[in-house]
Structure formats: structure tokens, C-alpha cells
């Protein structure tokens, strides 16, 4: 554990860039892959559902798992589960760089999906239970969720450049970074006690359902698309996510040793930034694949110049870094967060000017400015508020909980956004930019709801505050004098007297 003092020593600055390095991997590796789908199928003749699940693949692993991997990390010991998936990770980086089958390639894909649905929790947890609460610890996770937003944004220069070499590489360079990061973190996180397995259990039902549930919610809505939402398949589907989740609950409910402690929801921070996650993540990635179409379908830009144009938001993120930390303690997440997601709004707002021949100077750069305002100051508060005021032993649940709602809002946002785009387009460039614009509509609806539940909470803390402060500082009940009586003006500076003394 960390001293008062806010000075790290150096091994503790090696542990940050150690965890630091595998979300930035894991974020690189999402945004890498996007930009080189199409020559992917062109190299592997691919259809286009085959494509679609090279990315899907690795949403599923990793949706569907992290609550599982969460709590293998209170339970197994976090630095253990750590270095173990990281390098899983590493070695489907280079598998998924040499095959030349699509299914292998959508095999390791899935593969590193579940290995980061393991790194992500336990990294996280690690953080949170080496730096302590306050100002120590809003620093390194500052520092740390600026890293995986910086990660997603270079990511898609980085696959630009890359796949212009060939789309191999794009798998390729996550491998020798992971295998630094594997090293490093041998010999830099600190090893912790054993965890106490005694009257701790396994909720094996507990598990199964719940990795069942999240398997199957992100696995209907990604096919939704090309099944149609109204099928029965689909419909069917989701009957059975509703199902599976409502076992999960009565299973943890009565279990001695649940998975997920569902009083922890109790805590409204960590209530309200779950919710928040799936709006804020769900948002800007249904954002991206409208703007991504937009420029390379319509206005006809190469993968480099589409890659190119969100560069200034993952600059800002990056420039924040080291400024975050200070930013939450002086204000407080809630009120970063009331400015962050306004400013999305703003932004998406912004990209409804955009027509079949959009300047990128007044059109295209101020959303891409705003979108990283926005996610400087949400996504590292979102994090802070999700594993605030919570037990060590229950940081990894804490740490799992959120990076699910991150991707389960990914995931579904994605669905109905591409199903919006779909149904609305079509040869037509006019057609095509209504079709976009409504799918606008509904990421800045999105991007609303994670508004409004932080100026409900806002409310809720002031009311809380309110009433904390009534208790310890309760109003003297002094008896005042009748109305009226004799006393009342004669006796009046005694009695200003008698009140003002202690």
C-alpha cells in the first residue's frame, strides 16, 4: 500500500504503466481491427456476416465474461489472474496474425475477448487496492482510464498506417507490447496475500447464468441486425436472456457466496456510474460507426484521412492525463460528469449539419473537439465513482460490474444504431444522410439518459448533504416568550444574550 505522502516511489510508477499498458492494448485492440475490415475480407473472402463477427468476436468473449473475471480476481488473487490472461492475450495476438482461415481468426478473436475480460478487472482492482482512497488513488485511475480512451483513439490511426503495410500487422503489434507488458508486470506488481478461501465458495450456478445472460444478450443483439429484431429468433432470444438474468438473481439471492453481492447496488455512486458507463460508451461507439460510413462511404475518404479526423478527441484525452486527478479532487466527479456529457450532446448535435459535402473545419472538428471534452471528464469519473466506498474485497465485482456496462452499451447502442442505419438507407445520398441523421438522434438520446441520471444523483448527494449536516449540527430548541406578554420587549437583549452564549 501507498504511504500519505503523494510522492510514488519508482516501482510503484512501474506497476501504473504495467496496468496502464494492458487497457491501452485492449482498447487498441477494438479500434485497430475496425479500419481493416475490409481488407481482411477481401484477403480471407469472407462474407459479410463472417466479418462482422471478426469484431463481434472479441465483444462476445469479452462482454459475456467480465463479471466472471472480476470476481476470479478477488478470489484467485488479482496479480495471478492478471499475468495469466495478459499472456492469453499475447499469444491469440500472434495466432490471429498468422491464420489464414476466418473461423481460426474469429476463434482468437474470441479468445482475446476473454482474456481481457480478465486483465481489465483485475488491473483495475489492482489499482484500487494498491493506492488509497482520495487523492492518490483519483490520480492513478486518472491516469489509468485516460490511457484505454487514448489507446481506443490511437488505435485508429495505428490500424490507418497499418493497413496500408498489410492488415496483419494490426493483430501482430499487440504481441510483442503484451509480452513487455507480461515481463514488466512479473517482476513490478507487488504480490499480495493469498485470499482467503475459508467460508468463501464458489457460485458455480451463479457464474453459469450470469456468463450465460451477458453471452447471450451481446450474441442476439450483434445478429439482430441480420435476423431482424422482430423475428423469432430474436425475440426468442432475448426471452431467454430475461430468463437466464432472473435466475442469476434468485441464485444470488439465496446463495451464501454469490457472484455478484447485489447489495452492492445499493451504493448509488456505483448504481449511477454503471448506468452512465452504458450511456457514455454506448454512445460514442454508435457514433463512431456513423462517422466512420459517413466519411469513407459518402464523402469518400481513405482509412488514414477517416482515422485522421478523430485524432484532436484522443489527443485531448491524452493532454488531461496528468491534469484529471487534480480536476476530481477540487470538483468531484458528479460535477465533471455534468459538464462532460452536455458536451457530448453538444457535439452530436453539432454532426447533424452534416451534409454531402461537409467542411471539416466548422462541421466534423468541433464534434470530435467536444467528444473528447467529454471523455476526459466522464470516462476516468465514471471509473472512480464505480469502485468508490467499496471494500477491497469486492473491487474486482466493482471493477467487472463497470467495464460490462461499458461493453454491453457498446454492444446494444451498435445493434440498434446499425439496424437504424440500415432500415433508413439505401442508394440514395439523401436517403442515406436521413438515415444517418436518426442514427444521431438516438446516440445523443443515449448520450441524455447518462445526463440525466447524474443530475438525479447531483440531487440525491445535496439532499444527502443536507441532511447529514442537519444531523450533526441540529438548530438549539430554545423556548421563545409569548406573544404579546410583558416580557417581550424588556427581557429582549438578555434573551439575544442568553442565545448567543455556548
Known sequence: MTTATTRWSPRLWG???????????????VSMVGVALPSIRTDLHLSTTSLQWVVSGYVLGYGGLLLLGGRAADLLGRRRVFLAALAVFAVASLLGGLV?????????RFVKGVAAAFTAPAGLSIITTTFPEGHQRNRALSIY??????GFSLGLVLSGLLTEVGWRWT??????????????????????????????????????TATG?????????????????????????????????????????RTAHPLVRLGIFRNGLVARANVGALACFGAYVGFQFIATLYLQSLLGWSALEMALAFLPAGVLVAASATRMGALVDRFGTTKLMLVGFPAAL????????????????????????????????????????????????????????????????????????????????????RAQLGADHN????????????????????????????????????????????????????????????????
Request: with cysteine.
Open 15 to 29: 506497476t501504473l504503466v504495467v496496468l496502464c499498458a494492458a487497457l491501452f492494448l485492449d482498447a487498441l485492440d
Open 100 to 108: 489464414n482461415d476466418g473461423g481460426l481468426l474469429i476463434a482468437t
Open 145 to 150: 482510464t485516460t490511457c484505454g480512451a487514448s
Open 171 to 208: 493483430f501482430l503489434l499487440p504481441f510483442p507490447l503484451a509480452l513487455l507488458a507480461l515481463a514488466a508486470g512479473s517482476r513490478l506488481i507487488p504480490r499480495q496475500e493469498r485470499p482467503q478461501r475459508e467460508g468463501r465458495g464458489y457460485d458455480l450456478l451463479g457464474a453459469v
Open 213 to 253: 445472460a451477458l453471452l447471450l444478450l451481446v450474441y442476439t443483439v450483434t445478429e439482430a441486425q441480420g435476423v431482424g429484431w422482430g423475428s423469432a429468433r430474436t425475440v426468442l432470444s432475448l426471452l431467454g436472456v430475461a430468463a437466464l438474468f432472473a435466475a442469476f438473481v434468485t441464485v444470488e439471492q
Open 346 to 429: 453538444l457535439g452530436y448535435a453539432n454532426f447533424l449539419r452534416i451534409g454531402p459535402h461537409s467542411d471539416y473545419l466548422t462541421v466534423i472538428l468541433p464534434s470530435m473537439v467536444l467528444l473528447g471534452i467529454h471523455f476526459a471528464l466522464v470516462f476516468p469519473s465514471l471509473n472512480i465513482q464505480a469502485t468508490d466506498g467499496v471494500a477491497d474485497s469486492e473491487q474486482g465485482l466493482a471493477s467487472g460490474l463497470v467495464n460490462t456496462s461499458f461493453q454491453i452499451g457498446g454492444a446494444v447502442v451498435l445493434a440498434v444504431v446499425t439496424a437504424v442505419v440500415t432500415a433508413g438507407g439505401g442508394g440514395d445520398v
Open 439 to 502: 442514427a444521431v438522434g438516438v446516440v445523443a438520446g443515449v448520450a441524455l439518459l447518462g445526463l440525466l441520471v447524474t443530475a438525479f444523483g447531483a440531487v440525491q448527494d445535496r439532499r444527502t448533504a443536507r441532511a447529514a449536516a442537519a444531523a450533526a449540527y441540529p438548530v438549539p430548541d430554545y423556548p421563545l416568550p409569548a406573544h404579546g406578554s410583558a416580557t417581550s420587549t424588556a427581557d429582549e437583549p438578555a434573551e439575544e444574550e442568553a442565545v448567543q452564549r455556548p
